[in-house]
């Protein structure tokens, strides 16, 4: 059975950090993209975060996350990390981790691509990060 689980979610302060986790099991770690996405509160859109593809590290962030979220993983626990700082209001959001397989994909389709939600095909349940001003 496939699972993704995030956690490491909370309360934090304006200019604060966290690091998200998500572990996965079930499939092979390898062979796939994981991807950072959230939800903000009282929108009806996932937006993407960050990704990275597991089996060359390639990383590709969104522009709200550059030089201020850092993508990574441990292959050896099949888990990827979000660090998050400098966090801001904004930020606020149940942040999702995703996995799409992409064993011999081509990378400019994977740029591309990677910020739609439907391109992925299992999804964790979520974990809350809220930001106070």
């Known amino acids: 059975e496939v699972q993704l689980v995030e956690s490491g979610g909370g309360f934090v302060q304006t200019g604060g950090s966290l690091r998200l986790s998500c572990a996965a099991s079930g499939f092979t770690f390898d062979d796939y993209t994981i991807a950072w996405f959230r939800q903000a509160p009282g929108r009806n859109r996932r937006e993407g975060v960050s990704?990275?593809?597991?089996?060359?590290?390639?990383?590709y962030y969104a522009d709200s996350a550059k030089d201020r979220f850092t993508i990574s993983s441990n292959n050896a626990k099949n888990t990827v990390f979000l660090q998050m700082n400098i966090l801001k209001p904004d930020d606020t959001a149940v942040y999702y981790c995703a996995a799409v397989y992409t064993a011999g994909s081509n990378d400019a389709f994977l740029r591309r691509m990677w910020v739609f939600p439907t391109l992925f095909q299992f999804w964790g349940p979520g974990t809350q990060v809220t930001v106070s001003s």
């Open positions: 990704c990275m593809t597991v089996s060359n590290g390639t990383t």
